[in-house]
């Protein structure tokens, strides 16, 4: 099946500082979506994007579908930002379910 | 606009008991998937159920079956309950069209096993 790496696994930050994070899948994609996960299990939808870029506030996100990668920008980040930050990618040709990589754990401190 | 919903939020089992968790969809959604998230672990995928029926199922074992009612909702069922069964089981919901659409998720049911 398709492979999902996300880099960096952990990641601390000080409040203000701007970071990216990044998805790489093994094949080609219908659908990638970025997610984070705050402390209590919730997935927040952040951004549907199978390529192209998008803005959202202080987040913003590119993927290159051709090269397989995509990018989460977080800029001036707040303590409220921490969490786990996940892609999730859907395989074009195969079944309709999400397939999760492992994860980016963020923690922004005061 | 409602969300989607799961309940119970908590929910703790004995080995060899059998679980039932439940998820209504959001507004207007009418596909539901399940997904297992293990501590530390990306979700993964169990099954999803549109017009009635399982459509696609991930690598889990018979003990793990559902149902999706007229009105959209889902339960999720567990029989035999293993420890390894110990997980946060998380909802999603979206409208039938394909892979284009966006999957949007309930808050969870945390599942302990003892």
């Known amino acids: 099946g398709i492979q999902v790496e996300q880099s960096p696994p952990d990641l601390i930050l000080q409040e203000g500082a701007n970071s990216t994070l990044r998805c790489n899948f093994s094949d080609s994609v219908n659908n990638l979506q970025w997610f984070h996960q705050n402390p209590w299990g919730q997935l927040i939808n952040l951004f549907y994007i199978p390529s192209g870029t998008k803005q959202n506030g202080r987040l913003s996100a590119t993927t290159v579908a051709t090269e397989r990668y995509s990018l989460l920008y977080i800029s001036s980040s707040q303590t409220t930002d921490s969490g786990v930050y996940f892609c999730a990618v859907v395989r074009r040709g195969g079944s309709e379910k999400l397939v999760f990589g492992k994860g980016t754990k963020l923690t922004v401190n005061p | 606009d409602a969300g989607v919903t799961q309940s119970p939020t908590h929910l703790i089992k004995t080995r060899g008991q059998q679980v039932t968790l439940r998820c209504s969809p959001k507004?207007?959604?009418?596909?539901v998937s399940w997904y297992q998230q293990a501590l530390g672990q990306g979700p993964q995928f169990i099954f999803q159920y549109y017009e009635e029926e399982e459509r696609q199922r991930g690598n889990f074992p018979d003990r793990f079956s559902g149902h999706q009612f007229p009105n959209y909702s889902s339960e999720l069922n567990v029989n035999a309950l293993l420890l390894g069964d110990s997980a946060l089981y998380l909802c999603a919901s979206s409208l039938k069209r394909g892979v284009l659409e966006t999957q949007y998720f309930g808050p969870g049911t945390r599942l302990l096993v003892l």
């Open positions: 507004s207007g959604h009418d596909t």
